[in-house]
């Protein structure tokens, strides 16, 4: 007999609190992952990526503004195991989301699957309700560099058949609610884990926490005039916002300056000041070398992804930049304490997200690989893709994960989307 | 009786012995005669009281995050234009109080220059000229010091801020050195004597006997060379206030933006406004090979909002019509974004853009292709900048210095004046 929370339990309880708890929360179980597809999306980079509903449904968004989403087979095709994960088939897109006029920062999408959220450069935030009726159709496409590859070397007319090949066909559908607020570009967004609040933060630090039913502003605030609001999350509640601050370079003496805080999103008021916690010795305004160098070896080049844990008691951010090993501090929400450092990427981290258990951390990289570690002790337990070797090489610009924790993509700024079965 | 001085009265003999001969080595190599060939041009130049000031953009601004935009262009990149007050121009959205003040700007948006890298850039566009095994070229700094600078000032002819260049007086020699304020402007601790006043001056009287002594069985300059730096440093004693800014800061802070950047352009008004014909104020950070449009994002905006300042208080004291404003930075950068999100060195096409002194507001000269690769029309080599910018100040930019017997133009050979942007 065990004794959970100072009651005695027989395994078989056991069990049958764990299939409850299963039944609420899906695991994440991770057992030789596999790329199952590898969508092209060329033309700009593509920033963003998010599922809606289960892990056959994703949209992913790019640098020009453009978001597109692929409704993926069922059953995905046979892939070699063995094989380089470059052959790991494409698949086109069904539908292409208008409205947005410069670069997409992040894609969110409501849990059940049927909203999804963009943030953009074109200081907005779009709605799409992603089963609405087209308002249109147009060819694209996507593959023009895959094409020239593929005519490389080819005789005139093949190489013509190649590169004017039809395009695909889209379905072109248009957002159904803009929130405005933001006079700079859009470049964090968070949702809540009920779906029912959302935050977005501009590079100007003016943070907006919206009611996503009625589209209506809960609260807004500003951080430091001259720092961006690099990234947000709201806790899984609602009721509390993490907002991280950055300064990029201003000049060469002018400190980095940055700030992590909670936030109370109900009336935008300071709940806990996490860097004050972590160096309380060190002031943001000092101008010395040694104060700017603490400051850079913890925050490197901005703590510009951002997590909250599904228990909402942990939080976890990642460091950003063009540095040597971008890694993923997580906190104590309650304390501001630094509980642990996890993951390592080289050059930088882009994104981060836990795992709907929690007991697991998933951050990509300008390494190009999407690392999961172990939040209970750092242990990475698996890297997906692979460094594609020498110093910058392209980056994993954001990830997402499945609702059903099964599956996991990463926007690749080479033009592509990387979708990975976590269990082959 | 104590008959010694105690050891730190005494100017170090080492100091001193390294200080001569580097002096003399600087003087042996050059031809001293025949620059003074040029002094009754510099005496005519100097009655115009002309300035500059070099606002420097160290690492190369990229010219599609401020006046050469792309829009709707694979180079384009992230930013989207704004409306200046000038009709059909148009600058980059980070650059809002430039645009209300284009009216003032000159833009050469077809500069086509020949280095592609920091150091020979820097070189580049300090000197207009290439760097060369035997010759060491002055700063444009060094050349507006010598044509505009008055003798005997108690401040020096050529100050910078945050200094970048690489070549300081060259063959003008070391009296045309650059003075070098530290990037938050404050002096170099050497600047100020930590003796008493007396004690100081009979440091003075030592080493004039020592230096009189050195001078009298010698014909070469070095000595008066010598004497005339310390001279120089002790006149500067007189001046510190110039460089204590902190009061007229509160007032000008938002004028000038609350930045490091804004504080160096606040000085460099106020060194003008007391005679000073250079100032360089550098701005650093913008070698953006990586994440460039944030950085930009970062730079820009406290740059332009110093600049503006910078021509409004001018303006405003009626010295902007004397006082000619160089934005350059010593390369472009790419049209094609990389794989880091980053622009790389580019020089066959780029912008710089003048403004003030003899300057015509509200213009923009030459075009790049719709990519930016290359330039379309009216190209401007670095020779042709720098004469335009010595004609703009009144100094012949084919004046020539003689190192030997070799005549060297201030201007390199076959430059030519942008006439277009002069008035």
Known sequence: MAEVNGVRQSRRLRLAVKRVIHSRIEIMEINKPIQHWRLLFEGEWPTSVAFLGNGRRIAAGNRAGQIYFWDLPETPPEVDKDAKDETAPDFAPARRLDGHTNGISHLLSTTDGKMLISSSLDHTVRLWDVSAAPNGNAEVVFDAKDRKRKARGKSKEEKEEILSTPGTSVETVKASHILEGHRDWVGSLGISRDGKRLISGDVGSLVIAWDLESRKKVSRWSGHPWNWAVATALSPDGQTALVSEYRYKRDDFDIPAAALKLWNVADGTEKLDILKVHLPKLDAKSSSYGTAQVWRKFIKGGLIAADFSPDGKLIAVGQGGETDTGKVHLFDVESGKLVRTVSGHRYGVCDVKFSADGQYVLSSGRDTMVRICQVSDGKEVAALGKQRGGQFKDWLHALAISPDEKTVAAADIAGIVHVWQLQS | ?423
Not at chain 2, 200 to 205: H, T
Not at chain 2, 319 to 329: E, N, R, S
Not at chain 2, 384 to 396: H, R
Request: hydrophobic letters at 35%.
């Open chain 2, 1 to 423: 009786m104590h008959t010694f001085c105690p050891r730190h009265e005494h100017l170090s003999r080492r100091t001193l012995l390294k200080g001569t001969v580097a002096t003399a080595a600087g003087g042996s190599l050059m031809n001293w005669g025949s620059l003074f060939n040029s002094q009754a041009i510099a005496d005519e130049v100097k009655k115009g009281q002309k300035r500059c000031i070099l606002l420097w953009m160290n690492g190369g601004a990229s010219q599609f995050e401020t006046f050469d935009m792309k829009i709707g262009r694979p180079t384009g990149g992230l930013f989207r234009e704004i409306s200046t007050n000038v009709p059909g121009s148009r600058v980059c959205e980070l650059m809002p109080k430039i645009a209300q003040n284009m009216d003032k700007l000159a833009v050469i948006r077809s500069m086509h220059t020949s280095q592609i890298d920091h150091p020979s850039g820097i070189h580049l566009m300090h000197t207009g000229y290439s760097t060369a095994a035997n010759i060491r070229f002055p700063e444009i700094g060094a050349v507006v010091a010598k044509y505009l600078g008055r003798e005997g000032s108690d401040l020096p002819n050529f100050i910078k801020i945050f200094s970048h260049g690489n070549t300081g007086g060259g063959f003008l020699g070391p009296k045309y050195q650059p003075f070098s304020l530290s990037p938050d402007g404050r002096l170099p601790t050497f600047s100020t004597s930590n003796l008493k006043p007396e004690l100081e001056s009979r440091r003075n009287e030592l080493r004039n006997f020592v230096e009189d002594l050195y001078a009298r069985d010698r014909k070469v300059e070095t000595a008066r060379m010598h004497r005339e730096a310390y001279e120089a440093a002790r006149r500067l004693q007189k001046v510190h206030a110039v460089f204590k800014i902190d009061e007229e800061w509160d007032k000008y802070r938002e004028l000038y933006g609350d930045t490091a950047f804004g504080r160096r352009c606040l000085m460099a008004r106020r060194l003008v406004e007391r005679g000073v014909p250079f100032v360089e104020v550098g701005q650093s950070s913008y070698d953006s090979h990586a994440d460039n449009f944030v950085w930009h994002r970062g730079l820009v905006p406290p740059m332009e909002h110093a600049w503006v300042g910078l021509i409004t208080d001018l303006e405003q004291r009626g010295l902007l019509q004397d006082t000619l404003i160089v934005w350059m930075g010593e390369i472009g950068r790419t049209p094609r974004v990389n794989n880091r999100s980053g622009r790389d060195h580019y020089v066959r096409s780029w912008s710089t853009a003048l403004a003030g002194c003899g300057v015509k507001g509200g213009l923009v000269y030459g075009e790049s292709d719709e990519d930016g690769v290359d330039v379309k029309n009216n190209p401007v080599t670095e020779g042709d900048f720098f004469a335009t910018i010595y004609q703009a100040l009144g100094i012949d930019p084919e004046t020539e210095h003689f190192t030997g017997v070799r005549p060297i133009p201030i201007a390199p050979f076959g430059s030519s004046v942008v006439k277009g942007v002069l008035l």
